[in-house]
């Protein structure tokens, strides 16, 4: 499909720039359990400093410890303990892998006073080309039975013979700058999903600001003869400070008749602790050409 863009200016406002945290980052050299491979663990995340060199979270009786990283396989292994009173769901949210957001994903639910295992497989798999693990960075999301929620900061398993990096392509059109983040327009494609066709509008994002979460809102669906088409979208990208993502916003409806769309990004500023979200704004409208 061709693509021409028509891009309104967007507003230069700062997001609020992202409290800083008051816990202590700790550092150490320790050994992968499997391969001997070196890596560096970063983690502002714990009620106080930590003899132990694998830990990755601790908080209100409920700890996450790396008990294997596998990178040949692109595995790692979590600990999760729990000698809180409450039933805690662990899940890890906005894992990043040198720099770029990847797909993989684990989840727990452990009963008070227990440990589970869990195995987060597949981290490489989002990006094109590099496979060598640099580094992974994540946070863990706690959800008590109560009803209360915490997200942590952000902990980086860093190794020391990556050198890794990636960074996409940019080879669409930038349609949003501002704050640190940046969104390339990079194509579209109808592709078929359980029997119904859907159309998909591609895009790279890269973020050198706070953490934030990009979602596509407000979407409205033309014709060839300017017609509205029914299409809805959904979709959202949580991007970490200092890294990039490719983004796929789905659209369903009567998509093959689709021939424009004009979409606004809702930009939503992440921070760590019970107050998920900060600051957020809505782009002017971008117009698309399909």
């Not at 714990?46 to 908080?59: A, C, E, H, I, N």
């Not at 990556?162 to 349609?175: D, E, I, M, Q, R």
């Not at 592709?191 to 998909?200: H, T, V």
Request: charged residues 25%; glycine residues 6%.
């Amino acid at each position: 499909m061709g693509i021409s863009y028509n891009t309104a200016e967007l507003p230069s406002d700062n997001l609020n720039s992202q409290e800083q945290s008051s816990s202590v980052t700790f550092k150490q050299n320790v050994q992968s359990k499997l391969d001997d491979t070196e890596y560096t663990i970063e983690n502002a995340d714990t009620d106080g400093k930590s003899v132990d060199p694998d830990l990755l979270y601790s908080r209100g009786g409920v700890s996450v410890r790396l008990i294997e990283s596998d990178l040949s396989r692109q595995t790692l292994r979590f600990e999760m303990t729990n000698d809180s009173s409450d039933e805690v769901i662990i899940s890890t949210d906005a894992v990043a892998v040198n720099g770029f957001v990847s797909s993989a994903y684990t989840l727990a639910i452990v009963a008070p006073n227990s440990t589970e295992t869990r195995v987060l497989t597949g981290i490489c798999d989002d990006l094109p080309e590099k496979k060598e693990i640099d580094s992974v960075s994540l946070r863990f999301f706690i959800d008590k039975d109560d009803g209360d929620a915490y997200l942590s900061e952000r902990v980086s398993i860093v190794y020391a013979d990556g050198a890794h990096s990636y960074t996409p392509p940019k080879n669409g059109k930038l349609v949003y700058e501002g704050d640190g983040l940046k969104i390339w327009s990079v194509g579209s494609e109808v592709a078929e999903n359980y029997g119904e066709k859907r159309l998909w509008l591609k895009f790279v994002s890269e973020n050198s600001g706070a953490e934030r979460m990009i979602s596509l809102t407000e979407i409205r669906a033309f014709d060839s003869a300017g017609a509205l088409v029914s299409a809805d979208c959904f979709n959202n990208v949580t991007l970490p400070s200092e890294t990039s993502a490719n983004a796929f916003f789905m659209l369903e409806g009567d998509i093959l008749a689709v021939k424009k769309v004009t979409l606004k990004f809702r930009i939503e500023e992440i921070k760590a602790g019970t107050d998920f979200y900060g600051d957020s704004k809505l782009s002017d409208s971008i117009e698309i050409e399909i």
